[in-house]
Structures are given as C-alpha cells and as structure tokens.
C-alpha cells in the first residue's frame, strides 16, 4: 500500500453489523456503529491478529471482545486492560464512510463535503472493481489526453494545475458530441460536427485515493459533482466507489431517477477505461511527452501522501 490520506472505505448501507471490517491495501479497518455514529479503527487484534470485524462483540461504544481469545480490545485508547487498537479520523456524509489513513493532515474535504450537504443532494452511487493502482483512478480527472481516444470526446480545452489548501485542482472543458439529450425528432443522432455540448469540468484531488469534481453540462449554472474515491486490494484490484451531488434549486432536490441517469454516465466511462487499464504494462519505462504535464504534477502530489512507515 503506497499511499495514505483520504480513502471512502465503505457505503453506510452495507453495513450489516454494529462491527464489520474492511480492507484497505495491507490494512484491515474496523467500522463500529455505535450510539448514531460510527467511527473506524485498526481491526487487527494486538494479542495474535485476529480480524475484529469478523465475530468480535460490542461490550460498550469503547470496548469490544476479540472472537479469538476473548481478551478486552480497547477501542482508541486505553481501557484497563493491556490491548487497544487505534482510531482513524473518520466522518460520515449522506451514507459515504470516510476514513483518513497515516496520520496526514485532515485538510478541506469535510469543508467541501459539508458544502455539498448545504447546497446539493449527495445520492450514494456504486461500487466497481477493476485491476489498477487506485492513483491511476484518480489520476483520469487530469490526463486529459485520454478523454478523445477513450471516451471519444471531439475537442479539450485544460488548464495548469494549481494546489488550493492542499488539493490539487485543475480545470478541463470536454466537447462531447450528440448524446440521448441531443438528436432529431424521430429520436435519431446524425454527428456531423455540429452537435455539441460543452462540459466544463473543475477536478478536486484531496489525496490520490479521492476526487471531487464539478462538472457544469453546457456551462450552466446549478453543476453537479462526482465524488471518486479508489481503494487498492491486496490482488491488485482497486474498489472503486463513486456517487454524485445533485444541486437543490430554489429548494427542490432533484429525483433519484435524475442522478441514477449520471451515475449510468460515470459506470459507463469507467468501463470504456477498464480495458486500458486492465492491460497496461505497469513495469514499462514511460517516455513522456509535454501533454503528460498534468499527470506528472499530480503524481508529484501524490508523493506528499507516501506512508513510508505511517501508521
């Protein structure tokens, strides 16, 4: 596992206990939900490694007992006996888990996650596995050089990348062509250069496991946003979870057909990369050219989150 920050490790509707595990890379974290909250700790067992997560029981929200040996696990801290795991920061938003892995700075994303609850309506969205790094997921918002050969869109416009309060930041403007909001009468699409839309986006990194990105479909003035976070697996497979903010106007929340249309988009573009990704020779010696620019600003930022021994 080669970075820490910021990670969605879970959606709340799947968790089927008060105590469940997850992986993260090499990590096994322990969601305990508990009085109304949850919160996420280190679920490997001090005494001999067993997976809290798995048979472990809730004695009170700070205590729990290992399903091997039955020793009093701590939960956080100390609690009178010799075992205790650690907690992560951790937070919860419209049923997306959040956890902040090594000990980094917590940054702005509850900042921006809790703008979004003020201003939008966050509908959890969907889980994908695919083999690739997780930093490769994220990295997609800013290689905008693949946006024509994968997802065939006609013309981008990018910007320099910039960093603002620790989140790498940049914005991209996709000229996609006839889509099922554009065509004649008789529900046909004929592309001949001009019919268009143009999707100004503005991605948000807050560490190379997840993005938010605004996305402004014919530059209007109510954007909704895809929020991306990608989780390694120990077989090279990254978890993908992905879901969109819809912006409430003048009060109403748009339905859930509405963001499931967007989140059919976002599943769809994922798998036109799956098979890009799936066969990239991870161990070739790159040669890059100056569009490769972005990328290599944001894998710069990438390595202020190496662990390197974090825990």
Known sequence: MRYGGWYQIAFERDLQADVSSVPVGDRRLLI???????NVYDA????RGAD???????????????????HRIALGGEGGGPYCVAKYPSMVRSGLIFALV????????????DYL?????IF???TKTIKVPPEMVIENAFDWAHFPPVHDVLKVEYGEPTMEDGVFTATTKLRVGPSMWQGTGDGTHHDDGT???EVPLLARAYSPNLTITQVAVGGGDHPHYVIASAVPMLDGTSTIRLSVAMPVVDGFAPPQEFADLMLQFESMGLEQDRPVWEN?????TPKYTAEDDNVLKYRKFCERFTLNGRV
């Open 102 to 113: 090594g000990g980094f700075e917590i940054g702005k994303l509850p900042d921006m996650l």
């Open 44 to 47: 490997v067992c001090p005494h």
């Open 117 to 121: 609850e003020g201003t939008h309506k």
């Open 32 to 38: 305990v939900r508990s009085g109304g909250e949850i």
């Open 280 to 284: 990239l020779a991870l161990n070739a």
């Open 52 to 70: 809290l997560g798995v048979g472990g029981k809730l004695l009170d929200p700070r205590v729990l007992t290992c399903p091997y040996h039955g």
């Open 195 to 197: 019919t268009f839309v």
């Open 124 to 126: 959890a969205g969907f």
